[in-house]
């Protein structure tokens, strides 16, 4: 049981080049989303998912796209990178929406990217 | 809007003393508030959650309370240890079932 996975741990862009990001979890949990942490801001939420095929937005998505295509899987992706998404990237899960229940989010290791 | 404040930012206290963490909240319709550890270059490993019904939850060492109609919350940590150095970060959900995090207290336990 590896819990909440994120692919990759490090990754360098130039300006306008596009990447994935990818989470994966085996707790078969309904609920995941992808936050970024900087300096003095704390973790902000990008976007999450309610479940397969569904996503929403969240508090900073502009730049952002993201597809939940499998239940296990949340794909973040940057189409074209800019400097102000240079960040640390972090996927979690959780069973259940917190309104139905005591279940906690679960986070990944976290994706560093830089872009220059 | 939902607002999480952490106080202090950061904490240096001798091993062995006692400590609180503080968290206020400005919107006190929350389902549950959870408290997290984060080790520098690590991701965040969840330490405790209370729900909204609850007024305390503890796990070892670690007490957290909840008053909400206060917004507030306090993370209580006995006898400090080096290993307990860390980030804590207070986060709550609220009713649209996004979480909302605080920034985080630095905490140095000195040997």
């Known amino acids: 049981n590896a819990g909440v996975t994120q692919t990759p741990k490090f990754r360098v862009l130039k300006t306008g080049q596009s990447m994935t990001l990818l989470c994966a979890q085996d707790?078969?949990?309904?609920?995941m989303y992808w936050y970024r942490q900087d300096p003095g801001m704390g973790l902000r939420l990008i976007h999450y998912s309610v479940g397969e095929g569904t996503t929403a937005k969240g508090e900073v998505p502009d730049g952002y796209n993201v597809s939940r295509l499998k239940k296990q899987n949340f794909l973040l992706g940057l189409e074209s990178a800019a400097p102000s998404q240079t960040s640390v990237y972090f996927c979690?899960?959780?069973?259940?929406?917190?309104?139905?229940?005591?279940?906690?989010?679960?986070f990944g290791p976290g994706t560093r990217l830089t872009v220059t | 809007k939902q607002e999480v404040t952490q106080i202090p930012a950061a904490l240096s206290v001798p091993e062995g003393e006692n400590l609180v963490l503080n968290c206020s909240f400005t919107d006190s319709a929350i389902y549950n508030l959870q408290w997290f550890r984060q080790d520098p270059g690590k991701g965040l490993t969840s330490l405790l959650l209370?729900?909204?019904?609850?007024r305390e939850q503890t796990s070892g060492r670690l007490n957290a309370s909840l008053d909400k109609s206060s917004g507030r919350s306090t993370l209580y940590i006995a006898a400090s240890q080096p290993g307990d150095s860390a980030t804590y970060l207070c986060a709550v959900w609220d009713r649209d079932d996004k979480i909302i995090f605080g920034k985080g207290t630095r905490l140095h336990i000195l040997p």
């Open positions: 707790m078969n949990h309904e609920y």
């Open positions: 979690a899960s959780s069973l259940a929406p917190a309104k139905l229940s005591s279940y906690e989010q679960y």
């Open positions: 209370i729900q909204s019904s609850q």
